[in-house]
């Protein structure tokens, strides 16, 4: 069974770009959550999502928004990038969301905003 | 509210020697705690989950944690360590949340540094 892929691995942009990053679940997992993870600042949850529905945010600005299609493939997108959002940024999936499911997780895609 | 601990932030030991990362944790109802490892340039890795069933978790890796609720501790132990487990290991606790969801808060991270 494949794992979770997330694309690009890499990214380079600039201040006052926006961009957008995309994960795709495991098969049949139905739950998606982001996380940003910094030197700085460690691993911080961004959002997760469950059935197209936004279940749980963070506490990040409103440049970070995120969604989830039908089939459970999620993109995040940080519009008006600040020097600040240069980070790994890991997608994780999981059959369902709550306590017993395990999350796996993605590469994730490393954000260098210039 | 709910919040980690990580007490150390680097961890030397000798490979064949044991392995005693430290994790603290704060809720306000029975937690779901989780240990995670990253290794470098991967994602992270499922070690073991408690989940409110026995309090002696066994995962992979022959890694193993205690859920100790009079000491708020969930400290991660192996017998005897290997230059493979060198990385990067993160406590998480977890709980649900009334929205339906399930919140995540991971601690700091202990790298581990592991000597021939």
């Known amino acids: 069974k494949a794992g979770v892929t997330q694309t690009p691995r890499y990214l380079i942009k600039t201040r006052g770009q926006q961009v957008t990053l995309s994960c795709s679940p495991i098969?049949?997992?139905?739950?998606v959550s982001w996380y940003q993870q910094t030197p700085g600042q460690g691993l911080q949850f961004l959002f997760e999502?469950?059935?197209?529905?936004?279940?749980n945010k963070g506490n990040f600005p409103g440049r970070f928004s995120g969604r989830q299609f039908s089939n459970s493939r999620s993109e995040m997108n940080v519009s008006t990038l600040e020097l600040g959002d240069s980070a790994l940024y890991l997608c994780?999936?999981?059959?369902?969301?709550?306590?017993?499911?395990?999350?796996?997780f993605g590469p994730g895609t490393r954000l260098t905003v210039l | 509210a709910q919040s980690v601990t990580q007490l150390d932030s680097h961890v030397s030991v000798s490979e064949g020697t044991p392995v005693l990362l430290r994790c603290n944790y704060s809720?306000?109802?029975?937690?779901?705690l989780f240990w995670y490892v990253q290794h470098p340039n991967k994602g992270l890795q499922l070690l073991l989950k408690?989940?409110?069933?026995?309090?002696l978790v066994k995962g992979i890796n022959g890694f193993e944690a205690e859920f100790k609720k009079s000491e708020t501790s969930f400290h991660l132990t192996k017998p005897s360590a290997h230059m493979s487990d060198a990385a990067e290991y993160f406590c998480?606790?977890?709980?649900?949340?009334?929205?339906?969801?399930?919140?995540?808060?991971f601690g700091a991270g202990t790298r581990l540094f592991v000597k021939a």
């Open positions: 994780a999936s999981s059959l369902g969301t709550g306590v017993g499911h395990e999350q796996f």
């Open positions: 098969s049949g997992h139905r739950s």
């Open positions: 999502y469950f059935s197209e529905t936004q279940r």
């Open positions: 809720s306000s109802y029975s937690p779901s």
């Open positions: 408690y989940t409110s069933a026995a309090t």
């Open positions: 998480v606790v977890g709980g649900p949340l009334y929205t339906g969801g399930f919140k995540t808060i």
